[in-house]
């Protein structure tokens, strides 16, 4: 009883440990503020490199999504079904949106990739 005991504890905090989601967040950030609600979801910085994970909830299968980025390159994704597809690459001083992505309805992941460090960005998405 006490084996089976310790290797359930150990399946639990091996769990735990590694996560649950599919996608994880990974970055060096300065002035770095985000929030992930079920439906909208922002980032804005001032020094950002590395990946950024929100998870979206899409009942109609669509996001609404703005950017700007001052310097630096960045790709956006989304997974909907099991497939990472590209929405938009952002280069050094432009901007994008209001614009649409077709996802398909439910949980929708929105990965920020940089290539690279990026400056002064503001991304937004919302379920529509």
């Not at 909208?40 to 703005?66: C, D, P, Q, W």
């Not at 497939?83 to 309805?105: D, N, R």
Request: net charge negative; with cysteine.
């Amino acid at each position: 009883m006490k084996k089976c005991l310790t290797l359930a504890l150990a399946a639990v905090l091996l769990l735990t440990a590694c996560g649950c989601g599919k996608y994880s967040s990974k970055y060096f950030a300065v002035g770095f503020v985000h929030s992930n609600e079920a439906h909208n979801a922002f980032m804005s910085f001032h020094s950002f490199e590395g990946t950024m994970v929100f998870k979206l909830s899409a009942e109609n299968g669509k996001i609404r999504y703005s950017a700007e980025l001052e310097e630096g390159s960045a790709t956006v994704y989304y997974d909907s079904g099991g497939e990472k597809t590209p929405v938009f690459t952002i280069g050094p001083g432009e901007s994008t949106g209001p614009a649409l992505a077709l996802t398909g309805p439910g949980r929708v992941y929105v990965i920020v990739e940089t290539d690279g460090k990026c400056m002064n960005g503001n991304f937004s998405f919302e379920a529509v």
